[in-house]
C-alpha cells in the first residue's frame, strides 16, 4: 500500500517494519517486420505450426545467417525514441546453451557490445503523474521456437515458426518502485513502440513479454545506493520471467515482493533464481537457479562481421522518427488548448490519436475531444471494441460536430444522432435533414411554448421568482413539449426574461 501519496512511495508492512521494492524489467520485444532477423522466413502470427521455417531457423549444418538490414534500422529507431545514445560499432555473439526448441543449442544475441546504450524515458501514473527509468541498453536477438506440452502426455513437440524472429531486448535501470509503477512503465514502453512502428505490443500474441527482476530493502537503502548507481549489493533479486500482460506484471511483482520479506523476516536468505508466474494461482513458483553470463559461454558469433553504421545512416532514421506520445500530448495542451487529462487519453494509443487528429481537421478541438473521449470511447469500451473497429468513422463524428458547433442540433439531439451514426451508418447532415431533427432557434415559437407554461403552472412560476434554481423545471419542460429541438441557450434566455425580468 503508498505509504505517502505525495511522492508516491509503496511499502510493504512486515514484522520488523517496513520493506520498499526495487524493480528492474526486461522486455523482449519483436521487431515489426516481414522476415526474421538472420533469414528470409515469414513471422506473420498464427500460421500452421512449422510452416515459416528456414534452413537456417532449423539449425541446419551449413546454413549462414545473413542480417535483415530493416531490423537493424527498426532498432536504431527504437533506440532514438527511447532517448538513448547509438553505438555505431557493436557485434553478435552466441549464447550457449540446450532447448529443444533452440535447434541451433545457441541464440545469436548482442552481449558486450549492444546496438543502443544507456537512456531515459518518462512514464505517466494512472493519477497523471510522472516517473523517469532509465534504459541500460538495447540489444538485437533472435528468439527460440515453442514447445507444445499439451497435445500429448507422453511427448513434447516443438512448433519453430517462432525460431529466428527478430527481438529487441530493452533492459531499465532498477528505477521502478511499485507494482503499479511497473505497468506503467512497460505500458509507456509498448505505447512508443507502437508510435513509431517497431513493435506491434500485442502481449497477448507474444509480441511483448517481461522478465520481472524483483528485489526488497529496507526504507532509506535504496536512496543510499541510487547515488552511485551501484544496485548490485541492494537485496537479491529473482527474476520472473515471460510476464504477458499488464496486470500479471503487478500481481508477479506484489507477490514475488511479500515472498522475499517473509524469507528474510524469518531469518532465511533470498537466492537468486529464475521464476515464472501461475496467472491461476497468482504465484511465482521457482523454475531455476540463476545463471550468470559466464554460464553462457558468450563468445562473438563467426558467421557474422561486427556490426558498423555507416556514417549519415543514424541522422537519416532520426529524420524520420515520428511525433511521439509526449511531444504530441503537449502539443494537443498548448495549440489545441485540450487538458491535461484529455490529452492524456487522446494520445495514450496511436490509433486513437491518429482518430482524434482526423475528426479535428478544420473543426474546434476542445468540442471534438468531448465527444471523441466521452461518447465515442465510452460506446467502444462498453461494446468491448478498439477505435479501429469503430462503427462511426473520423468523418462522420467530424460532420456531428459541425453540426453542433454551428447550431444545427443539440447536445442531446447529437447523441440521438450519434446512436443512428452507430447502428445503421449514413451522413450526419442527412440524417438530421430525413428525420427532421434540426434544432428549434424560432424565439418567437419558443416564446409561445414559455408563456402557456407560466399560465398553466403560475405556482411553479412563483417558485421561480424566490428560488431562481427552480428554473430547471420549466427548462426540461420546454424541451420535453418540443421534442428536445429548442435551442437550450434561447429557452434559458426567455425564461430569465420572463419569471426573473
Known sequence: MPLDAADHRYVLPGATGEWEIVVGLEVH?????????????????????????????????????????????????????????????????????????????????????????????????????????????????????????????????????????????????????????????????????????????????????????????????????????????LGTRCEIKNVNSLRFIMQAVEYEARRQIDILEEGGKVFQETRLFDANAGVTRSMRSKEEAHDYRYFPDPDLTPLVLADGFVETVRANLPELPAQKRKRFVEALGLSEYDASVLTADKDRADYFEAVIEGRDAKLAANWVNNELFGRLNKEGLGITESPVSPDQLGGLVDLIKDGTISGKIAKDVFEILWDEGGDPAGIVEARGLKQVTDTGAIEKVIDDLIAANPDQAAQVREKPKAMGWFVGQVMKAMGGKANPQAVNEILQKKLLG
Do not use: W
Request: with cysteine.
Open 29 to 233: 520485444a519483436q521487431v515489426k517486420s516481414r522476415s526474421k532477423l538472420f533469414s528470409g522466413a515469414a513471422t506473420g502470427f498464427g500460421a500452421e505450426p512449422n510452416t515459416q521455417v528456414s534452413l537456417i531457423d532449423a539449425g541446419m549444418p551449413g546454413m549462414l545467417p545473413v542480417l535483415n538490414k530493416f531490423c537493424v534500422e527498426q532498432a536504431v529507431r527504437t533506440g532514438l525514441g527511447l532517448n538513448a545514445q547509438i553505438n555505431t560499432f557493436s557485434r553478435f555473439d552466441r549464447k550457449n546453451y540446450f532447448y529443444p526448441d533452440l535447434p541451433q543449442g545457441y541464440q545469436i544475441s548482442q552481449f558486450a557490445y549492444p546496438i543502443v546504450g544507456a537512456g531515459e524515458i518518462e512514464c505517466e501514473r494512472d493519477d497523471g503523474s510522472v516517473f523517469s527509468v532509465g534504459i541500460e541498453r538495447l540489444h538485437l536477438e533472435q528468439d527460440a521456437g515453442k514447445s507444445i506440452h499439451d497435445l500429448d502426455p507422453n511427448a513434447t513437440y516443438v512448433d519453430l515458426n517462432r525460431s529466428g524472429v527478430a527481438l529487441m531486448e530493452i533492459v531499465s535501470r532498477p528505477h521502478v518502485r511499485s507494482p503499479g509503477d511497473a505497468a506503467a512503465y512497460v505500458r509507456t514502453l509498448r505505447t512508443i513502440l507502437r508510435y513509431l512502428d517497431t513493435c506491434g505490443g500485442d502481449m497477448e500474441k507474444g509480441q511483448m513479454r517481461a522478465d520481472v527482476n524483483v528485489s526488497v530493502c529496507k526504507p532509506g537503502q535504496y536512496e543510499k545506493f541510487a547515488e552511485t548507481g551501484d544496485f548490485k549489493h
